[in-house]
Nanobody, 115 residues
Framework: QVQLVESGGGLVQPGGSLRLSCVTS????????MGWYRQAPGKQRELVAS???????NYADSVKGRFTIFRDVGGNTMALQMNSLKPEDTAVYYC?????????WGRGTQVTVSS
């Protein structure tokens, strides 16, 4: 059974930093794309950042220059370094891994940015 498990969320003050991690178990094939998504209360889930198996990245405009996505070479472990956090970054952050015809999600980790 494939599982994606996020960690690293928490409460941080505006301007602070957090690093999220996503670890995959039960899967030997390399996801062709992995990504971080977030969902704030009352809002739709949105893409934060993604990275494919070649290392190409994509970021939401709202996080460009503040967040950086990392992925281990040839593997299914991923991280998201979040700097200069803002209250509007508060959300549950989800890890996603994709293969042709298959789509896997973690259960999410809460990030709260507040003073």
């Amino acid at each position: 059974q494939v599982q994606l498990v996020e960690s690293g969320g928490g409460l941080v003050q505006p301007g602070g930093s957090l690093r999220l991690s996503c670890v995959t178990s039960g899967r030997s094939s390399t996801f062709y794309t992995m990504g971080w998504y977030r969902q704030a209360p009352g809002k739709q889930r949105e893409l934060v950042a993604s990275i494919n198996s070649y290392g190409s990245t994509n970021y939401a405009d709202s996080v460009k220059g503040r967040f950086t996505i990392f992925r281990d070479v040839g593997g299914n472990t991923m991280a998201l370094q979040m700097n200069s956090l803002k209250p509007e970054d508060t959300a549950v952050y989800y890890c996603r891994g994709r293969l042709p015809g298959e789509d896997f999600w973690g259960r999410g980790t809460q990030v709260t940015v507040s003073s």
